[in-house]
């Protein structure tokens, strides 16, 4: 083994079926610390369903996940959260009803640092415990310009400010490996150009090790440090964005088998 | 310490002066018996309400079972107070508050457990199917007490020591809705809401949901518990008729008209509705097509919503002005 340091994520023949489709089929990958790492590949490839495994959203057919050297192949979707993964939705899931700031205080929780009994009987570390979260979560929205949101309830946000909103809320809970699930889709080209000034700096400031999925090639080339492409269950390339563009296996998946070999010979 | 916010502080001493007021009116011959006991039944239904509202209004989770609870304690309440302790006029005076107590968290508490018990299997549920699922636990409580002679079976548990007075459905209604008001008002009553709100979204936040789910029907059951035992003391009876899935729905009738969510809300219905069918007695009858049309009324057009939205704005304007947010 060349290289000492254990990856932060690291997958390992990983295989999900739903009855007869096979939706992943070996794939494999690892994650450094402080990695950006974009993860592409046509519609139906099995993007969105490698995250609902490394979420514990599914169970894997097979493989196995390990994290900071541990193994979480097969915990529970809140347990793998504790451990410092966080996610955002293709589809965003904000908790619509309630307040942007309600949102984030909520992915606070694990450090309300009061307990059961100070919550109904308020004492002095409830008050100090809520006087926390409500100041953190207050900085965290500052930090994505949605101070003057905070009191609006999330429902009434535009599209964009959702989208950050969920990136704001996932970072509460102060995880080390951020998984970005289309974060521009539906973004017009100004909101994409701040929402990758935004990932740039969130991955700086918090530290984060992320993984990104997303179509829009102009953010997949622009921030990744290299790329994962899949087609039909399979990682069919890896490298980083020039030599992904490149490709003629990953030209085929797109654009079909002339392409592709159009490509090769050029 | 702060049980008391300045908000409930004011509810509660407006509360206490009321049952100061209903007390004294009481002993001065001036309010008769019966409007005090319409008055003791309103207010355990304020229990119940309120604590049904932190299973279904804040943890969103639709349960139909919450008289089978409430049978619980009632039964085991009944069960201490008069098989165990034996309870009556020989007791000491100084021994019946204490025991009586005793007796209704013995109740309040096996409610709890067996709420605990029953949530881990039936929780997985969601929607209609736990529903269904608890409807068929509030059934096989039923048939339970309806078989189990020594309390009575089908006859009833009868002839159980009348201990509850407005004195102590005032203490403890106000102490049951604080302890839930401050529980779910809380981070764990945040996560309860994350969990009705968006549940895959709250697992990963690292929001236990299981976990959550049962805390919050737990610990509603303790208090559906509770409300049993005053009542069955209250009442000096406790029949299996009283507490079948008709009951669970008038239960969850009163949550809807005080609407989801809202505490205040759901005492004012619980209380109100529980008056109203006595209010409407003069029309004998009639009051059978009387009371349903004005539930009919009551949904499509809720005041209530609208009365808990004007309230909040006169506090936070009364807050700004003492320019003063300690606590919520």
Redesign the interface.
């Known amino acids: 083994m060349g290289d000492s340091a254990i990856p932060l994520l690291e997958i390992q023949e990983l295989n999900k079926s739903f009855g007869g489709l096979q939706a992943v089929k070996g794939a494999s990958l690892a994650l450094r610390e402080g990695n950006l790492v974009g993860l592409i590949g046509p519609n139906g490839a099995g993007k969105t369903t490698v995250f609902n495994l490394i ?3 599914y169970r894997p057919t097979e493989g196995s996940i390990q994290f900071c050297g541990e193994e979480i192949t097969g915990l ?3 347990q793998v ?2 451990r410092g993964i ?2 955002t ?1 293709q589809n965003i ?6 307040t942007v700031l ?1 949102n984030v ?3 606070h ?2 450090y ?1 640092g ?1 307990s ?1 009994l100070d ?6 570390k ?2 100090w ?2 006087k926390r ?1 409500a100041e953190e979560a207050r900085e965290l929205l500052a930090t994505f310009g949605l101070q003057d949101r905070a009191g609006e309830v999330a429902r009434n946000l535009p599209y964009g400010e959702q989208r950050k909103l969920e990136i704001a ?2 970072l ?2 102060q995880p080390r490996l951020l998984l970005l699930d289309e974060p521009a889709a539906g973004m017009n080209p100004q909101e994409i150009e701040s929402l990758m000034q935004l990932i740039e700096l969130v991955k700086e400031r918090f530290h984060l090790t992320i993984l990104l999925i997303e179509h829009q090639m102009r953010v997949v080339m622009g921030i990744c440090q290299s790329i994962l492409v899949m087609d039909f269950g399979e990682i069919i390339a890896r490298g980083s964005p020039h030599e992904i563009q490149r490709d003629p296996r990953v030209i085929e998946a797109y654009l079909g088998r002339q392409a592709g070999q159009h490509a090769a010979a050029n | 310490m702060q049980f008391l916010t300045r908000k409930n502080g004011i509810y509660t001493i407006a509360t206490l002066l009321t049952y100061a007021l209903l007390q004294g009116l009481n002993s001065a011959g001036l309010l008769s018996n019966y409007v005090l006991f319409i008055v003791m039944v309103g207010l355990t239904n304020a229990i119940l309400t309120v604590s049904l509202n932190v299973i279904t209004g804040f943890t969103g989770q639709f349960s139909l079972g919450h008289a089978g609870f409430m049978a619980i304690g009632a039964y085991v309440s009944a069960m201490f107070s008069k098989l165990i302790f034996d309870i009556g006029p020989a007791t000491p005076f100084a021994m019946r508050g204490p025991t009586f107590l005793a007796s209704l968290l013995a109740g309040a508490l096996a409610a709890a457990l067996a709420a605990y018990l029953i949530g881990i299997p039936t929780l997985r549920l969601k929607g209609d199917y736990l529903a269904i699922a608890t409807l068929g636990f509030n059934q096989v409580v039923i048939v339970l007490f309806n078989n189990l002679d020594f309390v009575g079976g089908p006859r009833g548990f009868t002839a159980i020591p009348k201990l509850t007075n407005f004195t102590w459905v005032t203490l403890l209604t106000v102490g049951s809705v604080l302890v839930m008001r401050n529980f779910v008002w809380s981070i764990y009553g945040s996560q309860c809401v994350a969990i009705r709100e968006d549940e895959v979204a709250a697992e990963s936040l690292g929001v236990n949901t299981a976990r959550y789910k049962n805390l919050a029907f737990t610990l509603a059951s303790f208090f559906a518990g509770l409300a049993g035992g005053l009542l069955a003391h209250l009442l000096q009876l406790a029949h299996p008729s009283q507490f079948t899935f008709l009951k669970s729905i008038d239960i969850l009738l009163m949550l809807v008209v005080g609407g989801m969510a809202s505490i205040p809300g759901s005492i004012i219905a619980a209380i109100a509705l529980t008056i109203l069918p006595e209010v409407l007695r003069f029309s004998q009858d009639l009051r059978l097509v009387i009371y349903p049309v004005i539930l009919i009324i009551f949904v499509l057009y809720n005041p209530l919503p609208r009365i808990k939205h004007i309230t909040d704005q006169v506090w936070r304007r009364a807050r700004t002005a003492l320019a003063d947010g300690n606590g919520r």
């Open positions: 979420s514990g959203i529970k979707s809140h959260a504790a966080a996610r939705f899931r904000l908790f619509k009803e309630l309600e205080r909520i992915a929780h694990p309300a009061y059961l919550s109904v009987v308020r004492t002095r409830f008050r415990g809520e979260l809320r996932a509460a809970m």
